[in-house]
């Protein structure tokens, strides 16, 4: 609708579609929540198990990216925009939930990650996203890959306890 609006009337129109949102009180229930929910959970004590196969690979991005991202976009000159509905995407190649875990276990030693993959959540067919055209278009970037990502999240975490609960 947008592109239609853009075309139509000359609106400068400008969408994000978003990966997975990693990010300390995330709760919205998907298939891919695993990806915050192993970091604070361990992080609080708690053991989690990891619903996915250790192999998973998702596409993730830091909310303070995400939110980088929406500012960058309404700032870039509107000569640069294209494409108008934009698919972000974090670091690339996304960390596996193995990985992930990997990561998290180093900054949290005591951290209990077991994996029990959910037969429904294998059939899944989770592709990558394609940012090339945010990336060429107005030079979209990530500024956090997983491990300086776990380590602000583990931050925000420690200095705002109650935010989090």
């Given at each position: 609708?947008?592109?239609?609006?853009?075309r139509?009337?000359?609106?400068?129109?400008?969408?994000?579609?978003?990966p997975?949102?990693v990010g300390?009180?995330?709760?919205?229930?998907?298939?891919v929540?695993?990806t915050?929910?192993?970091?604070?959970e361990?992080?609080?004590?708690?053991?989690f198990?990891?619903?996915?196969?250790?192999?998973r690979?998702v596409?993730?991005?830091?909310?303070?990216?995400?939110?980088?991202?929406?500012?960058?976009?309404?700032?870039a000159?509107?000569?640069n925009?294209?494409?108008?509905n934009?698919?972000?995407?974090?670091?690339k190649?996304?960390?596996?939930a193995?990985q992930?875990?990997?990561m998290v276990?180093?900054?949290?030693?005591?951290a209990?990650?077991?994996?029990?993959?959910?037969?429904?959540?294998?059939?899944?067919?989770?592709?990558?996203?394609d940012?090339?055209?945010a990336?060429?278009?107005?030079?979209?970037?990530?500024?956090?890959?997983?491990?300086?990502?776990i380590?602000?999240?583990?931050?925000e975490?420690?200095a705002?306890p109650d935010?989090?609960?």
């Open positions: 609708m947008g592109t239609f609006y853009k139509k009337y000359g609106l400068d129109f400008r969408g994000l579609r978003y997975s949102i300390p009180g995330v709760s919205t229930p998907s298939v929540q695993y915050s929910w192993i970091i604070e361990c992080a609080k004590g708690n053991p198990v990891v619903w996915v196969a250790p192999e690979a596409s993730i991005l830091y909310y303070k990216d995400a939110a980088r991202a929406t500012i960058e976009l309404g700032q000159p509107l000569a925009i294209v494409t108008v934009y698919l972000i995407d974090g670091v190649p996304a960390p596996s193995k992930l875990a990997e276990q180093q900054r949290i030693p005591d209990q990650i077991s994996f029990e993959p959910n037969p429904e959540v294998l059939r899944l067919r989770l592709r990558p996203l940012d090339s055209c990336r060429t278009e107005w030079n979209w970037q990530p500024a956090y890959n997983p491990e300086a990502m380590d602000d999240f583990l931050s975490l420690k705002h935010r989090y609960r």
